[in-house]
């Protein structure tokens, strides 16, 4: 059974990182559906531990069997992901409606999610009947899946695709069967797995010729695609254009004019740019476009360098050559990170994603803007985009740009947007020209050669209506600025793609939240009388007690991952293999603490006042944590690799050290509470990881919530 354990633990968490690129590709990149898909995971894994009777022990052929079944599924659901849009009968290049993506997403993880809590519940029994702990169980699967974060990790950084990597899903899964039923002869389960492993072998060989065919179900174009360490990269050409997708959303195509539409206008602002910093799209022919401007230097920094490679050699000549110019220089970085260290400029241009997720967020911040001013030169210009309705924007819209608009005013003396389906917007700390005859005058003067930008174009988008309008639109709504710690512009972005499928949603409003530490009076009283009184009449039915304080620790165990992993992002960048160690790390805690507290509750089995302390303790370890987050936060105190691992693992020991704790709490035999506590486990973390990501710490700041997790560890204390 401790085979059994590592193995669920590793391909719950390898086929959960499988199965969630998919949709993350498969819903054209949305981090919203991300984080939906993780919660339906863990949803169904907490169902799948609470199937069947409480003291059922299945035999190791069941066992087995369980793990065949999960082998198949994972490249089952695979093909069903990316045969998605076609079988829901969606339209190429758009969404499906709100209940077909949240159906497909429910559907494809269902099967995956209830093996893995089964196959949990199963083997904890069968472990814990061997006369081990319900702990040792938890703390072997927490171990497995640190193998699984790390094989997922690693194999992407080895260009290993996801296609493959669920053949490399299935067959250690398979390796599993065989291991358990090694000496039964010719059982049909273990004849099974070996027919079934030397399929998934011939899979494995021919996984790059499949990755492609199903990729094509969406690119019947396709000519290139690859998945890299920050999304799928499509390339399709038809006749002369080229098209290039990341995540399945369009980011380029070669006969547009997005390139020289951000370029010219941020340029022209300048009276003659020299140095010239260029933060992503360069691919867009943005760098053609500037050189256009003749600087001396120009620096382009990227932060996928598997993007440029594999798409650099299907770009125009043009832009080809513009990369090898003598005046560029291509450093692959994360923007912040290389700002941090860099010369200072001219011209800085933004062309990162929209503001959308936790990565994308850390470049439309105060602090953001506060980095570019510093190594801007006198008069220098700070450029990027928002995309957004030409002619009505929406309550949720006008929010989150107002939100970039304070951020942006309350560094910089000028700010300018120039309206259209993406705003251009120029930020100085010298005033900025809104002549468009000197605007124009630059553009001849420099004899530049464009396809849309023109005399009449920038007379056009300095004299219509929406100028103005958006100038005080802007000036009248009084957002919060988009801050680090609270990233406030997520939970705004969520409401404008739910108002995409249901309008009413966009007049949903947040001022209840805008000022700091204020919360609507029904929250308060939830958190300081509703919860307090539930944990104290909790404490007259034993079961519910054990369940109430599992959940708990498990919400506030992911909150306070979520906060740490988010910090991390906005003060060192998003390096993927830096997030995949600080998640391997919270792994490691699960298991440390697990075992630790196993141990130390073995010896105090029969004296339970004594072994109640380690209750209080692990919860006060809880208060301290948030204690010392919360101050960290506060003073803006850096974040290394190292201390950020050290602090991710203790909430993983505090996790798993209350999980061990709660397992021996007035238990005769273990077998019957496998279920509830690994469900509730479960059921917390996923209530924790949707709360904290779209709500709490966007709407209320990563401080606030931090203290919010203190408060409720405090009051834990009652379920002890």
């Not at 639109?473 to 988009?482: F, I, S």
């Not at 054990?546 to 998003?574: C, D, H």
């Not at 029969?606 to 948030?626: D, E, P, S, T």
């Amino acid at each position: 059974m401790v085979i059994s354990l590592i193995s669920t633990g590793l391909i719950s968490i390898l086929g959960q990182v499988i199965l969630l690129r998919e949709l993350h590709v498969a819903f054209y990149g949305v981090e919203l559906i991300y984080l939906f898909s993780l919660g339906i995971w863990l949803f169904w894994t907490a169902l799948g531990a609470l199937i069947g009777r409480r003291t059922y022990c299945p035999s190791l052929s069941g066992i087995a069997f369980l793990f065949i079944i999960f082998a198949v599924i994972i490249s089952l659901e695979v093909a069903y992901i990316r045969a998605g849009r076609i079988l829901f009968g969606g339209v190429p290049g758009a969404y499906l409606s709100l209940m077909q993506q949240a159906g497909l997403a429910v559907i494809s993880l269902l099967p995956a999610g209830l093996l893995s809590g089964l196959l949990f519940q199963w083997s904890a029994r069968n472990y814990v009947a061997g006369g081990r702990t319900l702990a040792l169980a938890y703390a072997l699967e927490s171990a497995g899946g640190l193998i699984g974060g790390l094989w997922a990790t690693l194999f992407l950084q080895w260009g290993i695709q996801n296609c493959t990597l669920s053949f490399v899903c299935g067959f250690a899964s398979l390796a599993t069967v065989l291991f358990l039923l090694r000496g039964t002869g010719r059982s049909a389960v273990r004849w099974t797995a070996v027919v079934l492993a030397g399929m998934f072998f011939v899979l494995w060989w021919s996984a790059p010729f499949l990755d492609r065919q199903m990729t094509r179900w969406n690119h019947p174009n396709l000519i290139a695609s690859s998945d890299t360490p920050y999304g799928r990269i499509s390339i399709s050409k038809l006749q002369d254009q080229i098209a290039v997708f990341e995540n399945d959303a369009l980011v380029l195509e070669t006969q547009g004019t997005e390139g020289e539409h951000f370029a010219h206008l941020a340029a022209l602002q300048h009276v003659q740019p020299q140095r010239v910093l260029i933060l992503g799209g360069g691919i867009e022919g943005t760098v053609k476009e500037i050189l256009q401007h003749a600087p001396a230097h120009i620096d382009y920094v990227e932060l996928n360098p598997a993007l440029l490679e594999l798409v650099s050699r299907h770009l125009p000549g043009d832009i080809q050559q513009s990369f090898k110019d003598p005046r560029v220089h291509i450093i692959f970085a994360d923007p912040r990170l290389f700002l941090k260290n860099s010369e200072k400029y001219d011209l800085i241009m933004v062309g990162m994603p929209e503001p959308a997720s936790g990565q994308a967020n850390r470049f439309y911040t105060r602090e953001f803007f506060s980095e570019c001013a510093a190594k801007l030169n006198c008069g220098g210009i700070l450029s990027f985009r928002l995309h957004a309705a030409e002619n009505l924007w929406s309550s949720p819209l006008l929010w989150r740009t107002s939100s970039i608009y304070r951020a942006l005013v309350s560094v910089f003396a000028d700010v300018l947007f120039l309206p259209g389906a993406a705003n251009v917007v120029t930020a100085s700390g010298q005033p900025l020209s809104r002549w468009p005859e000197e605007i124009s005058g630059r553009l001849y003067e420099r004899k530049i050669k464009t396809k849309l930008i023109s005399g009449d174009y920038i007379k056009y988008l300095f004299t219509n209506d929406r100028f103005w309008e958006i100038g005080k639109l802007l000036a009248k709504e009084a957002a919060l600025p988009n801050t680090d710690v609270r990233p406030i512009c997520y939970s705004y972005t969520f409401l404008i793609w739910l108002a995409k499928f249901s309008p009413r949603l966009a007049s949903l409003n947040f001022s209840s939240f805008r000022e700091k530490g204020s919360a609507p009076f029904s929250l308060k009283i939830l958190l300081w009388i509703c919860l307090p009184l539930a944990f104290l009449l909790s404490r007259l039915f034993p079961a519910w007690r054990r369940v109430l304080l599992m959940a708990a620790a498990g919400f506030i165990g992911m909150v306070l991952e979520t906060i740490l992993i988010l910090y991390y992002q906005a003060k060192q960048g998003v390096l993927y293999q830096d997030i995949g160690i600080l998640l391997m790390s919270f792994m490691a805690g699960l298991a440390l603490g697990s075992w630790t507290i196993n141990q130390w509750m073995i010896g105090l089995r029969n004296q339970r006042k004594r072994a109640k302390w380690y209750g209080f303790g692990l919860l006060i370890g809880f208060c301290l944590l948030c204690l010392v987050i919360t101050t960290k936060i506060t003073m803006s105190a850096s974040s290394g690799l190292m201390q950020s691992s050290l602090l991710l693992t203790a909430p993983g020991i505090f996790v798993a050290g209350i999980f061990a704790y709660v397992s021996f709490d007035h238990i005769e035999d273990q077998k019957k509470i496998v279920s509830s506590l690994y469900a509730a486990d479960l059921i917390g973390g996923c209530i924790g990881s949707l709360l904290a990501s779209i709500l709490l710490i966007p709407l209320i700041g990563m401080d606030i919530t931090a203290q919010a997790m203190l408060v409720l560890a405090v009051f834990s204390v009652l379920l002890v």
